[in-house]
Structure formats: structure tokens, C-alpha cells
């Protein structure tokens, strides 16, 4: 179902959602609004809010962690068939298969954290993805792993219990280091929203990966 | 790959330990004194250490969004000095050149916006101590700039769950997320892994709670 013309997608999204470095009208209102302290007060608009945006996955903080297990399934299943497709030789795909280990980590403990909470773990999302060339994977992994970044930093302020807190901002910063990396390899910014992240709300990075969710 | 660092030393990070936190006024802030602890135990202990010991320190002083505010800002000068002084003093060139004053750049507005933000919140921020940094040359410049930028990530990652207001946490978030991408970025200048763990920190608190003890003060 998804085929290489499915990668325009991702891509002229990522330029909307200001990840790659554009110079759209976008952009420009994010740059405006990283200058000041009252940057990030988009990210806290439905705190305190009856509906949590993210209730489709479940009340309060199991809700929040099963979003965030969506998405890190969707990421492992990435790395996994972009080890498969032998697009990658040498320290790339070492880079590729570290990453891809790391989010598969990231699902064991989002899985452990929901239980905990006495909830039920979302399911794998059955994925595939566009594996045309070695420069149009690399752009897609960096358009995940900034995305990615992006939803965990929109959530963060929603999160109920410092321990789901400080167990999501162990993640949080470790997609920021993986979209730095990638962002490097691609020879584009490390830091595309300048000094402070940006955060992504749910409809955006569930209308993202939508694309790639077969089934 | 990076195990070494721990078995070949007896400090994980030594040149966290030549770092050097003045303050002329003699009125040592609370703020730089947990910054002292907090380089103290990323030497000893390495950067995954600093975030659990942010957390007990902070606590142990009453915090408050205001204190971990000051906190984070002393962290910030340092590294915006630090960067400021590396434009000329790390001998860098093409394109860790345009890296350093990338990440001078971004220092130096998490200083300007942790300032506003502690003014909005009703208090005074902290001044400015005297830094002094121990390095030579690009290598040397290196080496520190990725143990401060792996400090800084496990330092709000560590304070940030007793942020009290929405807004401060989802603020520090932003600037945090910032700090991953320069430690990732200054990691594949060393030729180091850009994401050494799946977790920052990873999850044994308990154990890095013990090493840090001697530095709460």
C-alpha cells in the first residue's frame, strides 16, 4: 500500500511542521514565538481542559503513555525494515540498528509504564513504509525522529505523575539526540525550531504517521 | 565504546573537576552551589549522575519553580560563557566553527528567556558567577562541551519533574530537547555514540542517589 509516491507526504509535512529548516510562514511564527518566554504555551493550551487529546488511547496518564507506545512501535518497526532493506553499509547502519534498539526499548518501557498504572498496553500498529533509496530513508527517519521529539515535548506538560514525567523525559531527550543526529547526516540544521523545541499536538503527528498504518 | 571512560580514571569526567564557579560578590548563591555539586558529581559519578542529584538537592532546598528556575539559569551561563569564550579560544574551524556559534547563540537565549521567565514568576534571578575553564585546543574544547551538554540534558531532565507550573515545565521542555540535540551533535564531533543510552538518565536511580550523597550539601 505504500508506495514511493506516499514520501511526498511526509516530506512536505515536515516542511509545514517547520522540521527541515523551510522558510515557510510556519517557521516564521514558530522562530516568533521561541523568542520570548511565552514561547510554549501552546503545548500547556489543554491543560486543566476536560478532554485530554490524546483520550482516544485512554484516561489521564495511560492515555498519554499509550500515544507514545504507538509511536514507538511505529518507529521500531522503521528501524527494523530499514535493516532489512540493505539500503545501509558501515557506521550508518550501525547508527540504524542502535537507534532502532533504543526505541524498541522505549516500547518495553511504555508497555511496563502503562501496566503499572493498571492499564492496558496499545497495540502494534501494523506499519509499512517507503524504503526507495538511502537519502529518501534517512529524510524519513529524520521527519520521524523530529516528529517524535515534537510529541513527547507537546505532551509533557500534561502528564500527571512525576514518574511517568521523568520516565517520558528520559525518552524525550534521547529522540531529540536521535533527530540531532539525523538531522546531521542529512546536512540540515540540529536545531530546525532554533533555541527551544517545538511541541506537536496529537492530531498533527497522528495525521503524520497516518500514511504509513496499514489495516 | 564509551565504558571506558569509568574503568580508565578514577573521575568519569576529570575535566568537570577543573571547572572552576566564582562568585565575586562573596554572596554564594544557593543556585551555584548546587551547580558546584552538580559538576562535582558529573565528575566523580559521569552526566547520568547529575540529574538524580539536581532532583535531591533542589528538594532539599525547599525548590519552588522560582529556585529551579535560577538553577537551570546558572547552568546556562556557564554554557553560554563557555561557547562565547570557544569562538576564539577552541581554535575551531569550517564546520564545528558554525556549530559553536550555533550553540553559542542557543545559550545565550535560554539565559535571556530563563531570566524573563523568573521575572514573570515574581522573582529576582540569580547574577552571574566568574567561570573558569580548563581546556586547550579543539580536542580539549570537545571533550568539556560534551560532558556540559550531557550534564545539562540530566540536569532538567532531573529538575524538571518538580516543575509546578504547566507552562515552566512545558518551557523547560523546549530548552531541554535543545541540549539533546547540541550533545548529539558535539558526540559525532568526538566520533561518540550521539545517543549512548535508550534513557537520559537511565532508570537506576537508587543506585546513582548513593554515589551522589556526599554532594548534597
Redesign the interface.
Known sequence: MAGPKDLANPVSRRRFLALGGGSTAAVAFLAAC????D???T??MN?GAGKSETAEFGKGDVGILNYALTLEYLETAFYADVVKSGLFKGGDLE?IR??G??EA??VQ?LTQAVKSLGGKPAPEPKAEFPLESAKSVLELAGTVENLG?AAY?GQ???IES??V???A??????E??????L??LLGE???PD??????ADVKTVLKSVEPFIVG | MNSKITSQEQLANPELAAVGVEDDSQDLSRSEVILKGALAAGAVYGALSVGPYVRKALAATGGGDVAILNFALTLEYLEAKFYEEAKTRAKAKGELKSLVSLLASDEQQHVEALTATIKKLGGKPVAEPKFDFAYSGTSGFLKLAQTFEDTGVSAYNGAAPMIKSKEVLAAAGGIVQVEARHAAAIRLQNKEEPAPEAFDPPLQEKQVLKAVEPFLA
Open positions: 521561541g523568542s520570548d518566554s514561547s510554549t504555551t503545548s500547556a491543560s547508527t542502535k537507534f534498539r533504543e526499548e522505549h518501557a521529539a515535548l509533557a506538560a500534561n512525576p514518574e514525567l521523568a520516565s523525559l528520559a525518552i524525550h531527550s534521547v531529540g539526540r536521535h533527530a540531532a543526529a538531522n546531521t540544521s540540529i536545531t532554533g533555541a527551544f523545541g517545538k511541541p
